[in-house]
């Protein structure tokens, strides 16, 4: 990492970064409160779908990282925003949880089965073969084809689950129709928060597990971007990708003191070149 540029911004990711299902990774806390102690804008950033941000919260201080609500930035949010510029008052289809159909309705979408806009596929632990039946006839019929992430597995205590991306596939296999997908590593997903705590890309740095998802969609907008060896990217598969990140750690609990040594002079901070 480019030591003589200073930070006053942070997008991480959740799952490898700061916690393994409900726990915690050592030193997760700790980052969080530098990012606090200092003032440094963040954002945790998450292709999850399934919950709320408020939920989301409460799951994160469950496990004893405390942070605000509107810290949090996920896929489903990023859809819903993504739709209402789109299409403001649009109609949808969603297969889904509630993090994806709260966001949706509080975007000002109506969700139907009658003749919608859109079918957006999201994550869920039950995915029901009479939904995905009614997506493949409703793309049939000229409804466009949006999901929130293209993961195409997900974690569980017992091992990996299958995610919006094979679901996305098998849709994909019936109707021919190809979705747009909303989440990492989209850098719309990238920009929307970005512009929603202020951050230009210069001063920004990503922080994440995977290189498919989080290195790539940091650079693509333009980030440096910060690898931690607690999730699914292992060091060894890291010279396999084509791109590599500005720094290796092995886990955020590395990052704790970087926070300090990277923060912007307070002149610095006037800038209101946002991307």
């Not at 819903?80 to 949880?97: R, T």
């Not at 309705?105 to 139907?112: A, D, N, P, R």
């Not at 590599?244 to 990052?255: C, G």
């Amino acid at each position: 990492m480019d030591e003589g540029k200073p930070v006053s911004c942070w997008l991480t990711d959740m799952d490898g970064v700061l916690v393994h299902e409900q726990r915690a990774i050592p030193g997760a806390s700790d980052f969080i409160a530098a990012l606090e102690r200092y003032g440094r804008r963040y954002l945790v950033l998450t292709n999850n779908s399934i919950y709320t941000a408020r939920d989301l919260r409460a799951r994160l201080r469950g496990s004893g990282i405390d942070l605000r609500e509107d810290s949090i930035w996920t896929s489903a949010l990023a859809t819903a925003k993504f739709l209402a510029d789109q299409s403001a008052g649009g109609s949808a289809y969603v297969i889904g949880e509630a993090g994806l159909t709260s966001a949706l309705h509080e975007s000002g979408f109506v969700l139907t089965e009658r003749d919608p806009d859109y079918v957006v596929l999201g994550e869920t632990r039950t995915y029901s073969f009479e939904a995905i039946t009614t997506a493949i006839r409703l793309l049939l019929r000229g409804a466009r084809f949006i999901a929130t992430n293209p993961d195409a597995t997900g974690p569980s205590p017992d091992g990996p689950l299958p995610a919006t991306g094979s679901v996305a596939a098998l849709i994909t296999r019936a109707t021919g129709v190809e979705p747009y997908y909303i989440g990492k590593p989209n850098p719309l997903m990238m920009r929307s928060a970005l512009n929603r705590i202020e951050a230009h890309s210069e001063s920004t740095v990503m922080v994440g597990d995977r290189m498919d998802t989080d290195v790539i969609a940091g650079i693509e907008a333009g980030l440096r971007t910060v690898l931690v060896l607690t999730g699914s990217t292992r060091e060894e598969q890291v010279g396999t990708f084509p791109y590599r990140p500005t720094r290796i750690v092995d886990s955020v609990a590395d990052l704790v003191s970087v926070v300090g040594e990277l923060a912007p002079r307070e002149e610095d901070e006037t800038s209101a070149d946002y991307v």
